[in-house]
């Protein structure tokens, strides 16, 4: 009983170093051999890649850069400097620098709930809109009248350029003309006290 297990134990890790070189001699040019690579190797780039940037969404993108990266230069893969694993790992080490690099160069996306809450806090905090509302009406009691009528018509009361210039017996250039000088004149004022709006 003891020989026949030994057999089949001997059968077993004959067949699995079989699989192996095949795995090994599978070239990365033919669609089958990256199959075989990435059957082999998959999982385990995988756990690395997953180790090395604590985010699965992106590991699993790094593991499709390897072997998209490995099928595209499977000319330069030489057998006789180091085995396919090792040469996989090589490119995954360098993918992952990369997924690195773009993650550091762009800023961490918000979800819909942070991005939620954020909204919520500017909306809901009272005394910046205060200290806004202060600031504004300092800025707009420097303009004058005629400029100041017009912003607070149409930009606060939501009138219409022409009802304005109607009521006030002007042009409609005239009162477009007013209202565009006035919001100037008016960045001018804000940007000069360092006003940063809500």
């Known amino acids: 009983m003891a020989c026949r297990s030994r057999q089949v134990l001997v059968v077993g890790v ?77 490119i995954a080490r360098n993918a992952i620098v990369d997924a690195h690099r773009r993650r550091e160069a762009r800023p961490p996306m918000a979800h819909a709930d942070q991005a ?27 303009l004058s009248p005629d400029h100041q009528e017009v912003i607070i018509q149409v930009y606060f009361l939501g009138r219409t350029c022409a009802d304005v210039a109607d009521e006030l017996g002007l042009a409609a250039s005239s009162a477009r003309s007013r209202l565009y000088h006035g919001i100037r004149e008016l960045r001018g004022i804000l940007d000069e006290n360092g006003w940063l709006a809500p």
């Open 14 to 90: 004959r067949t699995w170093r079989a699989w192996r070189k095949k795995a090994e001699d599978a070239s990365l040019k033919s669609e089958a051999g990256v199959r075989a690579a990435y059957c082999e190797y998959g999982s385990e780039l995988l756990g690395f890649a997953h180790n090395q940037l604590g985010d699965p969404q992106l590991a699993e993108e790094v593991v499709q850069e390897v072997f998209l990266r490995a099928w595209r230069a499977s000319d330069s893969f030489d057998s006789k400097r180091g085995s396919l694993r090792t040469w996989l790992y090589s």
């Open 116 to 142: 939620d809450q954020v909204t919520t806090a500017r909306e809901v905090d009272p005394y910046d809109q205060l200290l806004a509302r202060i600031e504004l009406r300092e800025a707009l009691g420097r």
